[in-house]
């Protein structure tokens, strides 16, 4: 299975935002559209299978750059939930996608098996984060359920899976919020990294923090009731270098994070 991020801007842009207007015309080179049709297409020929990622939310559910906006985080805030614009706006654009794959599909650009899934949002770490918002509920109990029905209003659960993120959250928070008789094909996206932060470098776990680690997240995918798989991983054990952060989300400077000398 292949995972293919997606951005949101290609089916939706509000009037502020820093992108192109939405080219629908998946004939036209200028469209991202063109090129992610074309690249189901390799994929149908080969055999591979596709997860269709949304790997940026509107707001920016995470403050990375690779969500469309680096810094603060309004996917869903200290407002949610009075304000919660973004997150419906996103379930919105998770039923375009749906609504593209589908007629894809039905048009003969690809055959319904090259299609592994959707996912619905990459990485909202809004919901997780103690220092954050930590607004479980926003997306355990409003966005993923949400987000679920409006891809199964256009693929049977057969068809294609709906794929949730762990979003910071333990993988075990999810259980006995999702009954397999209602969310089928359901499956978890857990990114697993045991470098990012000055903890892993420090030392004062040293490698035995990493083994323990590893060993804790093989155990929660064990007793997950979804099915887990492993959409990112890292085998570095620390981010002292100096072009990644050089500290968790902070710029590199030298001298700025002493603990990576």
């Known amino acids: 299975m292949n995972r293919i991020p997606v951005a949101y801007w290609y089916w939706d842009v509000e009037d502020g935002e820093p992108f192109l207007a939405p080219n629908?015309?998946?004939?036209?080179?200028?469209?991202?559209?063109?090129?992610?049709?074309?690249?189901?297409?390799w994929m149908d020929e080969y055999g591979l299978k596709a997860l269709i990622d949304l790997h940026s939310g509107p707001g920016s559910q995470n403050g990375y750059d690779n969500s469309g906006r680096r810094g603060e985080a309004h996917w869903v805030d200290d407002t949610y939930p009075a304000n919660r614009e973004n997150l419906e706006r996103t379930i919105r654009i998770n039923e375009k996608i749906a609504q593209t794959m589908r007629q894809w599909i039905d048009n003969g650009e690809f055959k319904i098996d090259t299609l592994y899934g959707i996912g619905l949002l990459n990485e909202p770490h809004v919901c997780g984060y103690e220092?954050?918002?930590?607004?479980?509920?926003?997306?355990?109990?409003?966005?993923?359920?949400?987000?679920?029905?409006?891809i199964r209003k256009y693929f049977e659960p057969e068809e294609a899976a709906v794929v949730i993120d762990v979003a910071a959250l333990d993988i075990k928070e999810f259980n006995d919020r999702f009954p397999?008789?209602?969310?089928?094909?359901?499956?978890?996206?857990?990114?697993?990294?045991?470098?990012?932060?000055?903890?892993?470098v420090e030392g004062w776990g040293g490698w035995g923090l990493h083994l323990g680690e590893a060993c804790r997240y093989r155990h929660d995918?064990?007793?997950?009731?979804?099915p887990v798989f492993t959409g990112e991983f890292?085998?570095?054990?620390?981010?002292?270098q100096k072009y990644l952060s050089g500290g968790y989300m902070t710029p590199y400077e030298p001298g700025l994070n002493d603990v990576c000398k």
Request: proline residues 4%; negative net charge; hydrophobic residues 35%.
């Open 131 to 150: 220092s954050w918002f930590s607004l479980r509920e926003a997306c355990l109990d409003d966005f993923y359920p949400k987000g679920y029905d409006v």
């Open 24 to 41: 629908m015309n998946d004939t036209d080179p200028e469209s991202p559209l063109f090129y992610l049709k074309r690249s189901l297409h």
């Open 234 to 240: 890292s085998m570095a054990a620390t981010e002292c």
């Open 221 to 226: 995918v064990n007793l997950s009731q979804l």
């Open 180 to 200: 397999s008789d209602q969310y089928q094909n359901l499956v978890i996206d857990a990114h697993h990294y045991q470098c990012f932060g000055n903890d892993w």
